[in-house]
């Protein structure tokens, strides 16, 4: 197990142990929810809504009794219109929050909540704790600190690139799922992003700096892979574009990296959602480009090659969500974490070039072909 994986594993059983019943559970169905009692007091004892209240009354000078009733909407009028498709015409409707709010759903149990300061010193102890642990434990670590230049994606290093694609897509998910859980303590959206991500790029430093003292040595590549895997993950997070875009790790068992792939996927789905077309069974399928390593400390040696792929595939976020599992419910938001995060074998099928010597294989699913 990687030692990001780890790290995810923890934080989860210490959400876990920490939670108490599962009759603690409350608002299980809605990710946030919003109080009658903060709702300013309207005519005839209504709760209404205002835009701009302290440029209401000037406003509403200018405006006819139609107007002045448009905007005082009740607040129970605003709540139904939230499950209403958003307005699609113009470009700053497509990163309407509700796209994708199926896709940031959280389970949320009032316990986290009300010990939100503990689970928020608890989270990046965890996390950083099992990373540096992971390299003093697991590794050799009679050396001294050291800078190791590992190169990027080039043909002539260690696995091929296939580690720098693995800390790229890992840290993504790592962020997401950190951010899934400050989200589960009762932290705001735009905070959860800012939480999730800075957590995973501190993880990412930590497990280098451990990383410094053993055979491994400290790799610059290595951070900055899980530097812009964690912002990636930020930046779809704060232009809700999670039902569009994701990233998805991949560690089958092996010694080297020669059976994995990652991908970086565009979902059918969230597209024909936004365009407000049913797409039918097309909603099932997402695109990829992938990248894996194969022959690369491999025994016995084949031959090496570093393979950039383009495939379609099944989105198996989406088949849950039509299996009616939602991420809402602890047991959904489990399935989730696998079938959200993790580049099943078997399940896609493309063309790959191989970058060392420019030739083409497929249609395979890149796993083991």
Known sequence: MRPATRSLALCWLLLLLGAGPLLAQDRAGRPFSLSADDAPAGPAGESTYRLLPERSLEAERWLGSEQRLALAQPW??????????????????WFDPRFDRAETEVPRWSFL?????????????????????????????????????????????????????SHLTDYYVTASLLEDAYKMIGYSENKAILAGVSLAIATGLANELSDGITRHGFSWEDLAMDSAGALA??????????????????????????????SADFKFSGLG??????????????FSVTYGAKGYRVTPAIEQERQLGFE???NV?????????????????????????????????????DLNRGRWHGPNNGNYD
């Open 76 to 93: 129970s009028s605003l709540a139904l219109n939230q499950d209403r498709e958003p307005e699609r015409s113009t470009l700053a409707s």
């Open 113 to 165: 909540e009300r010990h939100q300061t503990l689970f928020s010193v608890l989270l990046p102890i965890t996390s950083i704790g099992a990373v540096t642990a992971n390299s003093l434990v697991a590794y050799n670590t009679n050396h001294s600190f050291r800078v190791h230049e590992e190169g990027w994606f080039g043909k002539d290093t260690t696995n091929g690139g296939a580690d720098k694609a």
């Open 233 to 262: 993950a930020g930046l779809v997070s704060v232009t809700h574009t999670r039902d569009l875009f994701s990233m998805r790790t991949s560690h089958l068992p092996s010694s080297s990296y020669t059976h994995d792939v990652y």
């Open 273 to 286: 959602r936004r365009l407000g077309v049913n797409l039918g069974p097309l909603r099932w399928l997402l």
């Open 312 to 314: 379609v595939g099944l």
């Open 317 to 353: 976020q989406q088949i849950l969500f039509d299996l009616k599992v939602p991420r809402s419910t602890w047991w959904g938001y489990a399935l989730h974490v696998f079938g959200d995060n993790l580049r099943l074998p078997f399940t896609a099928i493309g063309m790959r070039v």
